[in-house]
């Protein structure tokens, strides 16, 4: 037998070795045929051909939680401020591991956590939809490099995604397919979340899909978290009554803490004024307990504020009392997110598999988010207005936030807090607050530690191996008929026993690397180059240097050494260069060239089929970022038809609509709240019409627009949109209006009553 689990993993045992021959996998060619075949039955032995692989007795469920966009210092469990009561249990009962990995940014997360390889190594480096045509950052997960749903499945597991994936290319991501590279066609027996290719979605009005099916959205409204929690739960109880003896693995992947930030107000007002001493004292309160609780060193000093932040003190009152709305929601956000978490738990547990489940939590696929920048966003910020605009309009709408109404981010204040006890924020992939994440392990099973804290080293790439150890799965040579690559993480599963809690940690290398910012650890060493941190690069000059810290020691990165130890600097560097080789890290690139590659890129024309449906739809078409058509072709009835013909967007957040009301064609625009509409100066006659609306851009960034409707080729009305920002999104409906309404004028989806034939969207 070869293994192809990386030869640093040196606790793995003969468990997780290559499965020697494939005759039971799923996948593999049919057997050879064992029986005699003779011309009567009675002649005949028959030998049926075993094609289902069978889990071995007593296989553990596996369920991984993975929380979006979280911080460090942000769950209860942690020692963060927000109350997190099932985190807690599972943290309590299980094992909390203080010194665990992330890659910066939500996708190459995924990658090498599904994986189990480094996030170049499966070709993402950064974003698929913003990829770069070179092995390390094209995008496509390698065939060759199985997840763990296509490994599970063949050791005899069902297999289910709730939520978010983010690892489908945004070109294979429409109803043409390819659906290889979906979901479904990398291990998950059922997929129910956002658009695959989706890294943030409205939390109230989602675009959900069903294996690769639109999902019609939820006539009761509820709250996407919900949703996900009752599709687990359906997931698990169908599969235990059909297959009872089955194991299943669930991967619940939510959108949450990602922005925006929605939850209903009453989760929101249990933190009412909690926070009010603001973000100083929440990241002195939070050090405090997480010594007490033990997840970080009991001498770690509280980190200097990050440079753009604000004192607290020096806030003015609106702006505290706007900024503190922003965290009791954010914080409602997630103990809801822990409630939908708990439910799916307490349903293992009702039915009786919780002590034969393991199951690993990540709180973090990064850190936390502090795009929000210093007033954090409820819309979005209106680019040409002042500071004490943007917070008195926002003041005076703070029950909205976190609405359907509004699309919260909180300030990066907040998002500093959250990160307790690190510097910078998700994206910064040389600063353990863009990277270093908490992970639970819990498996009733097996761990007798309970409550038990391990700090050794880890990546998120040694999520997987540490799940088929503990499985006791292995990993078969050639899946779904493609030879196996080695995998690259190091299993945890040694650590888990009590007398090896203090043994020397075994993923000992690890490059980090993020739009041309790179790290490397090495033996509890850190180097790091902070380049190109984020979009926002707001990084001090002075800090763009060579880094280094002895992290073992130095928990938070405080104390670099870069000059007293030059030679440690260029061994890290040599060991960056190894790797950054090893695993498709190069080409480096500190100025990123964004491709989005969509099945609509080079299209100058898309036409959404109605085909005599209400409405339709297409997703990755970007027409609004210069001059646009909309073109409707309708049957009006001689009673008049009513209805949106054509929407995009967010809605009252920010979105585009072409509408029919009092047998007028109306179009609605709205940006950042802002709504401007042009009401035909005609109404609609009877019979076949066509209605169009042109929007004509003038010159430079923030370019006047007009807006022009047509009737029959005949000018009906025109106005001056201004230079306010682009509005709508990549995703066009034709016949209604998703999600909250464009227009005041009208409630959503607000169908069209005639006959809508097809729009056309015409790039000028």
């Known amino acids: 037998m070869k293994s192809i689990i990386n ?12 499965l020697g021959g494939s005759a039971a996998a799923q996948y593999s060619p049919t057997p050879a045929f064992k029986g005699e075949i003779g011309k ?65 940014f939500s996708a190459p997360t995924r990658a090498a956590l599904l994986t189990g390889r480094n996030q170049h190594s499966v070709h993402f480096g950064y974003f698929a939809n913003s990829s770069y045509g070179t092995p390390g950052y094209d995008g496509y997960l390698p065939f060759e490099k199985a997840t763990i749903a296509e490994i599970l499945r063949e050791n005899g597991y069902n297999t289910f995604c709730i939520g978010k994936y983010h690892l489908t290319h945004s070109a294979d991501a429409s109803q043409a397919g390819p659906f290889n590279r979906w979901p479904t066609g990398r291990g998950f027996d059922h997929y129910f979340g956002y658009s695959p290719d989706s890294g943030a979605d409205d939390q109230w009005h989602p675009t959900l899909y069903r294996d690769t099916q639109r999902e019609p959205e939820d006539p009761q409204g509820r709250h996407v978290n919900e949703l996900f929690a009752n599709e687990a739960i359906r997931y698990i109880a169908d599969q235990k009554s059909a297959a009872p003896g089955k194991p299943f693995f669930l991967y619940f992947s939510t959108g949450s803490g990602h922005a925006p930030h929605h939850v209903a107000k009453e989760w929101i007002d249990k933190y009412k004024g909690k926070f009010a001493k603001g973000w100083d004292w929440y990241r002195e309160e939070t050090l405090a307990r997480q010594k007490q609780l033990g997840v970080v060193p009991a001498n770690t000093p509280l980190a200097p504020r990050n440079p753009e932040v604000k004192p607290w003190d020096e806030l003015t009152p609106d702006e505290k009392n706007l900024f503190t709305r922003h965290i009791e929601t954010y914080a409602g956000f997630i103990s809801q997110t822990d409630y939908e978490i708990g439910r799916v738990i307490r349903f293992i547990e009702e039915i009786g598999q919780l002590d034969n ?59 500093a807090a959250a990160n307790t006890p690190f510097r910078y924020y998700k994206g910064y992939a040389t600063y353990e607050g863009g990277t270093h994440d908490p992970l639970i392990l819990f498996y009733p099973k097996k761990i007798r530690d309970k409550g038990g804290i391990r700090h050794q080293y880890s990546y998120v790439s040694d999520i997987l191996p540490t799940t088929v150890e503990l499985a006791g799965a292995r990993i078969p040579t050639v899946i779904n008929g493609y030879p196996q690559e080695p995998v690259e993480g190091v299993s945890l599963a040694y650590a888990i026993v009590p007398e090896n809690r203090n043994l020397p940690e075994r993923h000992t290398v690890q490059y980090h690397e993020m739009v041309g910012s790179y790290a490397i650890y090495k033996d509890g060493w850190k180097a790091s180059l902070p380049s190109r941190i984020d979009r926002y690069d707001r990084l001090p000059q002075e800090e763009k240097k060579w880094h280094l810290y002895h992290v073992s020691e130095d928990f938070n990165e405080l104390n670099d050494l870069a000059d007293k130890y030059p030679d440690k600097v260029k061994e890290l560097i040599d060991a960056f260069d190894g790797e950054a080789w090893k695993y498709n890290v190069y080409p480096l690139k500190e100025q990123w060239e964004t491709k989005n590659w969509s099945i609509h890129d080079n299209d100058q024309q898309v036409t959404i089929y109605t085909s005599g449906r209400p409405y339709a739809e297409v997703n990755g078409f970007r027409f609004q970022t210069g001059s646009y058509a909309i073109t409707a072709y309708v049957e009006i009835p001689e009673t008049g038809a009513e209805g949106v013909l054509f929407s995009s967007g967010n809605g009252t957040t920010s979105g585009v609509s072409l509408y029919v009301k009092n047998k007028k064609p109306v179009f609605a625009y709205n940006s950042e709240g802002q709504l401007i509409e042009l009401i ?3 109404t609609l006659p ?10 004509i851009y003038g010159s430079g960034n923030r370019a006047n627009k007009t807006v022009t409707l047509y009737v029959n080729g005949e000018k009906v009305g025109t106005k001056e949109l201004g230079r306010i920002a682009n509005a709508g999104s990549n995703l066009l409906q034709a016949g209604r209006n998703f999600g909250t309404p464009v227009s005041t004028a009208y409630k959503s989806p607000y169908i069209f009553t005639g006959n809508l034939k097809k729009v056309v969207v015409d790039r000028l």
Not at 56 to 70: C, E, K, M, T
């Open 680 to 682: 035909s100066g005609k």
């Open 40 to 104: 009567t039955l009675a002649d005949t032995k028959e030998s049926l051909p075993k094609t289902q692989p069978v889990a071995q007795d007593g296989a553990p469920n596996v369920v991984w939680v993975l929380i979006d966009d979280i911080g460090y210092g942000a769950a209860s469990a942690f020692g963060g401020l927000i109350e997190t009561p099932t985190l807690d249990r599972l943290a309590n009962q299980g094992l909390r591991f203080t010194n665990w990995h992330t890659c910066a």
């Open 686 to 695: 009877a019979g076949n019409v066509t209605v169009k609306a042109e929007v």
């Open 7 to 18: 030869s640093k993993n040196l606790g793995l045992v003969s468990s997780v070795l290559l």
């Open 357 to 415: 489940t393991l199951i690993a939590v990540m709180i973090g696929d990064n850190g936390a988010e502090g795009s929000g920048k210093a007033l954090g966003r409820f819309l979005s910020n209106a680019q040409d207005a002042t500071r004490e605009q943007i917070v008195g309009k926002a003041v005076k709408n703070l029950d909205l936030l976190g609405s359907e109404y509004s699309f919260p981010n909180y300030p990066d204040g907040w998002a």
